[in-house]
């Protein structure tokens, strides 16, 4: 699968993985699949500003509804386990965020 009407996270214990939706939306939603051993806690953000908090445990999947009326794009940002940030970019194919 490589295309969506969502982005679609998928967090592994040494990367992650994106899929994202071609339109660009101001209103979309988050898929986040945690793959990994850990359960995790991160946030989204855009212009700097926090717009919500998302806590997926080890196995599970979460759907977070985004709100974006800027224009910057938004950037999840794994809190624990810390992890690389990923820069929510529509329109991109699959795309592999490695660990840091």
Same mark, same amino acid.
């Given at each position: =699968? ?10 592994? %214990?040494?990367? =992650? ?12 939603? *988050? ?22 908090? *998302? ?5 599970? @999947?979460? @759907? *977070? ?8 794009? *938004? @950037? ?8 690389? %940030? ?15």
């Amino acid at each position: =699968m490589s295309k969506s009407e969502t982005f679609i996270i998928q967090i592994q %214990d040494r990367s =992650m993985n994106v899929i994202s939706p071609d339109q660009k939306k101001s209103l979309f939603s *988050v898929i986040i699949k945690n793959e990994s051993l850990s359960d995790q806690v991160g946030k989204f953000l855009a212009e700097g500003k926090i717009i919500k908090y *998302v806590s997926v445990k080890s196995g599970e @999947t979460e @759907t *977070v509804e985004i709100e974006n009326k800027t224009k910057s794009s *938004v @950037t999840f940002i794994p809190v624990s386990p810390s992890f690389q %940030d990923v820069q929510l970019i529509f329109g991109k194919k699959a795309y592999e965020i490695p660990t840091r």
